[in-house]
Each structure stands twice: as C-alpha cells, then as structure tokens.
C-alpha cells in the first residue's frame, strides 16, 4: 500500500506544474525544421516542415507540426522504378521540460507526437520482358490513395541563442499505427514519417523563435 | 546530462536504412497431383509442359515423375496462359492443353526490390486426352509456396 501511495504521489508530482511566481501561460514560439529541408535538398526525398508550440509555464509545451514531404525516385539504376509522391501532413502531440531548472535558457524535451498524412503514389517502370515468355510487361500505378497513423516519442533539447531564438534537436522514434497503401503492396515513402519500414529512427534541427 | 549526446548520436546512426527485400520473391503457380478419391499420388508418367511464345516454346517443366506436387512459372501481365501437359508412358506421348485466364496485379515492395506481380485467377480451361480434371483450389498468386492452387487428376495409365 505504501509503495502504491508512493508510486501515485510520483505520477501526480510528474504532472503537477511547480509552485512559483511565473504565470502558466509563457507565449508560443514558432520552428522549422532544418533536417528535412536539407534532405529535401540533397536527396530524392524529404520534407519541410514546421510547428507551433505553446509554452505552458516553461514545463508542458502542446504542439502542433505541419509539413509538406514529397519523394521523386528517378529510374532505380538497379531495379529501374519511378515513384513519386507529395503530401501535407500534421502531428499533434506535447512536450515535457524534464530539466529541474524549468524557466532556465536551455530544456531538455521528452514528448509524444499522433501523426498523420494521406497521399497519392505513382509508380512506374519502363517495358522490361517477361523473363519467361519474353513479352514487353509494362508495370506501374498511378495516383494510387494511401493513408497512414503512426506514433513518435521525442527527446529533444533546446538552448536559447539570443533574444527570442532557439536552437534545438530532437531525436524521433516512430511505430506505425494503421495504414492504407493501395492494392499494390506497400509505400517507399511516406510524408512525414520517411522510408516506411526503415526510418523508425529520425532527427529534427530547428531553428525556433519565442513570439 | 553528459552522456546524452553520446547516446543520441548512437541512435542517428543506428538510423541507417537497410534493404528489406523479400528473400522468397518467386511467384509461382503451386499443383498437386491427387488420386480420384483426394488422397496424394506420385506421378507413374512423366509430366513435361511447355508453353508458347514467340520465339519458340519455352519448356516451363521437364520430365517429372514420381512426384506428387510442383510449381509452374505465371507470365507478367498477360490476361491468359496457354500451358501444354504432355505426359509419357511407355514411348507413347499424350498432351493436353491448359487454358489459365488471371488479373495481373503489380506488386511493389520498394524501389530497391525488382518489380513483381501477384495475380488473381479467374478461370480455367482445358483438354481431357490424359487429364481428367484440373480443379482450382485457391485463386490468390503471390510468393507463398505453400498455398496449393490446383489439384492435378491424371487419367489412370494403367
């Protein structure tokens, strides 16, 4: 019984916001993530993306991210495939500053994040014979609908530079939730979440500004 | 506190993306070959099908005896098969011709995995010379092997 007690006093201490003089409403700041542009920019898929948190008495930060991804494969110089896709997606979720110094100049995030995103895939491959009756096959679909859920937990950290901006990274973990990808086996990419199967693991560099 | 960073930068680069290609991606027509009453039967006569294409006739199986199940290749995206059995007993050769119409559905795993199709069965045709009934069990092709698709009963050659 008292390690029962003892265990619930945890658990309300963890949610509880601490006594002082600093008002709970503290301002939104503003991001954008600097990773996924990069990738964007350097790679046949990535995504730009930004997001909009609260700051709850600098201890529970709800946010919200909203990004474009998009994927253009050029011909696979192995396999020969063509996929492409592009789409809007959201995550919505909340952030704990786990640092004990809560109203101090860096944070140290850990958090939860609900994503989601539907899209449209093409896929294509030039003409290639049947490797046993040698006839032309052509292969490919086009504006297939898809739609997937998956879940992120967050660590992150974030150190005021000057004035009102921030820099910050976090480290993401995700698991597919549910999913709809079409009659025609499964999605590469997937906006927001990446490489599905793969990228379980991410990470996000933000740029953030106290507004 | 100082070791975070370490254990983060671990984590990014156990990020690395692999290649998850299927290890069995032969997609393949499953028969068993069965008595008249259901129970298993080795082929007596040996069984060799061809099939036609246009710069020649490709031999799909060759001489097979003594067993009671094999595999047969399926075309791309083509809406019907055309498969010639031809069983021999004894010198004399005995033919029979299969007629298997399908959906072709492309099948994607992912842009470094080679283009693939699954298909769908929808009927089947064919001859009665050395075939007594050719029965489809399932009508769903993809990579499993161990889904029997027909059932062979072969005239009995005694």
Not at chain 2, 57 to 78: G, T
Not at chain 2, 127 to 132: F, G, L, Q
Request: glycine content about 6%.
């Amino acid at each position: 019984m008292l390690l029962v007690g003892q265990s619930a006093s945890a658990q309300l201490k963890f949610f509880a916001l601490q006594k002082d003089s600093i008002p709970l409403f503290r301002g939104f700041a503003v991001s954008f993530d600097l990773v996924g542009a990069a990738m964007m920019q350097l790679s046949d898929y990535g995504q730009y993306e930004g997001a909009l948190r609260i700051n709850l008495h600098d201890e529970w930060f709800p946010i919200v991210e909203v990004g474009y991804g998009k994927a253009n494969h050029e011909d696979d110089p192995v396999t020969g495939l063509r996929y492409k896709t592009a789409a809007p997606y959201f995550r919505v979720g909340i952030d704990k500053n786990l640092l004990k110094q809560k109203h101090g100049p860096y944070r140290l995030y850990a958090g939860l994040r609900y994503a989601y995103t539907s899209y449209k895939v093409d896929l294509a491959r030039d003409n290639f014979p049947d490797p046993v009756w040698q006839w032309d096959t052509s292969f490919g679909v086009k504006d297939e609908p898809c739609s997937y859920h998956w879940a992120e937990v967050a660590l992150g950290v974030d150190a005021k530079v000057f004035g009102p901006f921030h820099l910050g990274w976090s480290v993401r973990y995700k698991r597919r939730i549910a999913h709809k990808e079409g009659n025609f086996g499964k999605t590469w990419y997937v906006p927001g979440f990446g490489v599905s199967d793969s990228d379980l693991l991410s990470g996000t560099f933000n740029v953030i500004i106290d507004i | 506190m100082k070791r975070l960073p370490i254990f983060l930068l671990i984590a990014l680069l156990t990020a690395c993306s692999s290649i998850d290609c299927p290890v069995q991606n032969v997609v393949s027509v499953q028969y068993a070959v069965r008595n008249s009453d259901g129970t298993s039967l080795s082929l007596k006569d040996s069984l060799t099908v061809t099939s036609t294409r246009q710069d020649g006739d490709p031999v799909l199986l060759n001489r097979l005896i003594s067993k009671d199940a094999f595999s047969l290749p399926i075309s791309y995206s083509h809406p019907e098969d055309v498969l010639v059995f031809t069983f021999k007993h004894n010198n004399e050769k005995v033919s029979d011709t299969v007629w298997i119409k399908k959906e072709d559905i492309p099948h994607f795993e992912s842009v470094d995995c080679n283009a693939s199709f699954f298909h769908n069965l929808t009927d089947v045709r064919y001859t009665r010379n050395a075939i007594d009934s050719l029965v489809m069990k399932n009508s769903f092709v993809d990579y499993d092997r161990n889904t029997i698709h027909f059932h062979l009963y072969p005239k009995s050659s005694d």
